[in-house]
């Protein structure tokens, strides 16, 4: 019975120990509070600092909102269905733009679209130029000829061909 009492003991010690602990943790989380209200200068240099960082922050808010609240639905929804689009396959800006249009969308919201997407047109015409690799032959010519009607430029086109190797 003696061994009992000694566990016990211990085991005391160790909730001791525990809220010890807790209340320590605790009150090093809320020291920072204390030393602003012991040292009026030091709160005060505090609040100046919030005060100063408040403004610039809501500005930057500003300037975020009015370009997505600008955006009316049907460009927000031409957007999305470009972005989907170019998950799906490749195009050139000329044949994205006909794809929306061909979708329902308007000219102005399905160019609205193209030019509020960050895309790589040259990469495009890569991609386009290995899609029509993959499923035919082609001779450089017959490739630039087909990415050019496809609505790729001169530029895009022959980079195409170049990071192709053909």
């Known amino acids: 019975m003696v061994k009992n009492k000694e566990k016990k003991p211990i085991f005391k010690r160790w909730w001791f120990i525990l809220i010890v602990a807790v209340l320590v943790i605790g009150a090093i ?4 509070d204390k030393s602003a209200e ?7 240099a ?15 808010v500003k300037q975020e909102e009015p370009a997505q609240s ?6 927000k929804n031409a ?4 972005e989907s689009y170019l998950d799906f396959t490749s195009f050139s800006k000329e044949g994205l733009i006909n794809q929306l249009i061909f979708e329902g969308f308007s000219e102005e919201d399905s160019s609205y679209a193209v030019e509020n997407i960050t895309v ?16 035919s032959a082609f001779s450089r010519k ?5 990415l050019i009607f496809e609505g790729f430029n001169e530029e895009q086109a022959t980079y195409a061909l170049d990071t ?3």
């Open 29 to 32: 989380g809320s020291g920072g």
């Open 38 to 44: 012991e040292n009026p200068e030091v709160a005060t």
């Open 46 to 60: 505090a609040q100046e600092s919030v005060v100063a960082e408040e403004p610039v922050e809501k500005e930057e």
């Open 70 to 75: 600008e955006q009316t639905m049907a460009q």
């Open 79 to 82: 957007v999305r269905k470009a």
């Open 120 to 135: 790589d047109w040259n990469e495009q015409a890569v991609q386009k130029g290995k899609e029509y690799l993959d499923t």
């Open 142 to 146: 017959g490739l630039y000829d087909q």
């Open 164 to 166: 192709i190797g053909l």
